[in-house]
Each structure stands twice: as structure tokens, then as C-alpha cells.
């Protein structure tokens, strides 16, 4: 299972913050198939990245089976996208 608990991210262009993002309360099931639409510069890949653990949010509550993605080692989190996720993207 995956769950995100009032995620942000700031993000920054030449230091400067250009927006956040904030997502709310997610829970994606073991086994269960799920989409990201929506607009240009929305974050869908940030979403992803963060899933993959090759992101960290500021808020840092991503978890994975119950576990802060943040406080995973690398090679767990190497593990997780190789065998556990896909990813397709159009």
C-alpha cells in the first residue's frame, strides 16, 4: 500500500519559489491500478517520483507498506521500483 498524508513540495526556480504542491490524504492499494490526469506543470510526474522514492516531499509522509519512504536505504528503494511498481507515461 501507498499513502500520502498532506504532502507538499516546494519547488524552486534559480532559488526562487514558483509554486507548491500539495496533495491531501491519498491511499493507493496493494494490487490496485490508478491514473494521474490533469494539466500541464499540475506535478503528475512529481506524484510519481515520490512513489518510485526517487523524490522526497518537504512534508516527508509518503509511505510505502507502512514505512517513510525517506527513512528506506537506497538499496530498499532500488528494490521497490524494480520489482514492485510500473509506471507507464503518455
Do not use: H, W
Amino acid at each position: 500500500m501507498i499513502r500520502f498524508k498532506r504532502i507538499t513540495k516546494q519547488l524552486t526556480d534559480l532559488d526562487e519559489p514558483i509554486r507548491t504542491t500539495n496533495l491531501v490524504n491519498l491511499t493507493i492499494q496493494d494490487n490496485e491500478l490508478f491514473g494521474v490526469i490533469g494539466k500541464s506543470k499540475v506535478e503528475k510526474s512529481t506524484l510519481l517520483r515520490f512513489i518510485k522514492a526517487l523524490e522526497t516531499p518537504d512534508s516527508r509522509n509518503v509511505l510505502v507498506n507502512e514505512k517513510e519512504v525517506n527513512r528506506l536505504s537506497k538499496k530498499y528503494c532500488a528494490n521497490i521500483r524494480k520489482n514492485r511498481y510500473s509506471f507507464s507515461t503518455v
